[in-house]
């Protein structure tokens, strides 16, 4: 199903006068609003094709039903969040859940709802069917070099079908790792998988991009090889210029400043860019700015500030992402309101007076900096989002829309009630 740019008008004009009102007020607080609201229209994030069903734990998974079954279907899920919120622009698929089988049809369906490609993923951290050898004791760290030899033609498969899509990016999350003391020579699994990280980077195109995600445990809980930003960012390092480390904010141990990763990696130009969501205990892939919101502005803080020392532009120098799993809600409107919160941020962020910033730091003025921050924080920025998406022609209020539209019934009665999405 697509949504009909009349109703989303239509509905919009319902909305109009309270939202002026609302507009006119938070104009009068920020005074770079228009300056926000223009970067905000401009502001896309990738929607991971795994995603868009009900991914279920370990103990469960719960249906929700309409969920999207063929690669078709994903990309009529992301067009539809798209064209509620005019900032989701972008499918990263995950190979091989999504095998595009003809790459021209698949390019213009995208392209109908507006659609480019974002990174693709590789995946070697479960057997497949058809595959010859196993990932059970890791891919690219294995003891066996048939193992990572298979692990790196699977990574240059996927690159492959990127270039047909016209990604620009690979990015490799690797589960390899030991469950056990004994179990691996971590120096061993290290410069093994850097021989084989160093193959699929040979098959990179010039204009592509490895990124490099770590996470700290699971499904590995002893060590993991890509286990923190340190790691991966060696591993980025002896790579050469076109691997860069991916950050996923469930990836940490607890507690861990992220931040302040955020402001180093981008010092270095290693940054690649994020997987959003949120956590209260490990990789919970809640909603982004569910658990921590604060955590998400000061992210933004310094993402913000770091893309304006660089000259970056995040469109083109920072892929950003979702990466989150839904137990209990719809999907669909999870991602919107994730995509919400993360514009909110961003939004706070760009108000952040920098120079009054940095003037305290400097004079050690430790309450008026905190208070810049907290300030910027607590500012309601939902006016300056709406505003944008009206100006790109999204909708007031996506969830609202979508439930006026009942979106979901409506893919229940397409696609049936008890659905299983391909992927996680
Ligand atoms: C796994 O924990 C990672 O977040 C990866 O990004 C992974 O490829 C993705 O979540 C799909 O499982
Ligand atoms: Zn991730
Ligand atoms: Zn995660
Ligand atoms: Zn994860």
Known sequence: MKLNKEDIQEYNEGLLEFHQEKLAFTKKEVTNAEAI?????????AIPSWALGT??????????????ATLEQKIEDVGLLHALNQASGAISLHIPWDIPKDAAAIKALADEHGLVFDAVNSNTFQDQADQELSYKFGSLQHTDPAVRQQAVDHNIEVIKHGIELGSKSLTVWLSDGSCFP??????????NTLESLQKIYAELPEDWKMFVEYKAFEPNFYSMTVGDWGQSLLFANKLGPKAKTL????????NANIEQIVSLLMMEGKLAGFHFNDSKYADDDLTAGAIKPYQLF??????????????MNHAKDLGWMIDASHNVKDPLEDLLQSVEAIMLAYA?????????????????????AQN??????????????????????GALNPIGFYRKMDVRDKLIRERGSKTVATGL
Not at 247 to 254: A, I
Not at 298 to 311: H, P, T
Request: net charge negative; no cysteine; glycine share 12%.
């Open 247 to 254: 950050v996923d904010l469930g990836h940490h141990l607890p």
């Open 182 to 191: 004994g179990q691996i020579n971590f120096k061993k699994a290290f410069e």
């Open 348 to 368: 706070q962020a760009l108000s952040v007076d920098k120079e009054a910033l940095e003037n305290a730091r400097e004079d050690n003025d430790v309450v008026v």
């Open 298 to 311: 000061l992210i933004f803080n310094e993402l913000v500030a770091g893309m304006d020392a660089a000259g």
């Open 55 to 68: 991914g279920g734990t370990r103990f469960g998974r719960f249906s929700g039903g309409g969920e999207p």
């Open 37 to 45: 609201i223009q970067k905000l229209v401009d502001f896309q994030i």
């Open 372 to 393: 810049i921050l907290q300030n910027a924080f607590r500012t309601d920025m939902r006016a300056l989002v709406a505003e944008a998406r009206l100006r790109a022609g």
